[in-house]
């Protein structure tokens, strides 16, 4: 079991990532490895230039196939998440993944109206956003290809059984107390 961290651009995942990948650490008496699959999604899914810099001998602006990672049983999800507004400026502003270029925006100096019609475009359900699954969510890397949230459903376990049920419990008592009352009133 170990927590596979995904990192979220322009949220301070490359820090966490250069400083915690591949270490361990104890939680509640149990080792835990940290498994960066970083910038990956659960489905596939493209972007619009990615990995440009990386290959400059590939023919820039193209969508290509970004890395998908899958969850073992036992598995925890770790993420670092940021105010969706600020993810968004900071974003366009770093230019992440040539997000401006591929837009027809200035690559190097900008404008407050530039941004905004930045902004426009993500809103815009009719202009192709160079990255489809972010436009779907900024956090789509902890979605499935559903758009379902990945949750921890955690297992039902006879230590945890007041956990389970305690609500249930409560809800059982509350009736009968108001059901109790209602009787007492009307007699």
């Known amino acids: 079991m170990k927590f596979v961290f995904v990192k979220i651009p322009k949220t301070g995942s490359t820090f966490f990532e250069k400083n915690f990948n591949k270490k361990r650490t104890k939680i509640n008496g149990r080792l835990w490895l940290i498994w960066s699959v970083g910038h990956s999604w659960l489905y596939p899914t493209q972007i619009k230039g990615w990995r440009d810099w990386d290959f400059e001998d590939q023919t820039p602006g193209l ?72 436009k779907k969510s900024l956090f789509s890397q902890l ?18 059984y007041l956990f389970w049920f305690l609500p249930l419990l409560i809800l059982l008592l509350g009736g009968a107390i108001i059901v109790k009352k209602l009787i007492k009133i009307k007699k």
Request: glycine residues 2%; hydrophobic residues 35%; charged residues 30%.
């Open 63 to 134: 969508f290509r196939d970004v890395n998908t990672f899958k969850l073992q049983h036992g598995d925890r999800i770790v993420t670092i998440v940021r105010n969706p507004f600020e993810l968004l400026f900071s974003y366009f502003n770093y230019n992440w993944s040539w997000c401006r270029n591929y837009h027809n925006l200035p690559e190097y100096e900008y404008t407050a109206e530039d941004f905004q019609k930045f902004v426009d475009i993500y809103l815009d359900d009719e202009v192709e956003f160079h990255a489809p699954a972010l």
């Open 143 to 160: 979605r499935n290809k559903k758009g379902e949230w990945i949750f921890y459903y955690p297992k039902f376990y006879k230590k945890n």
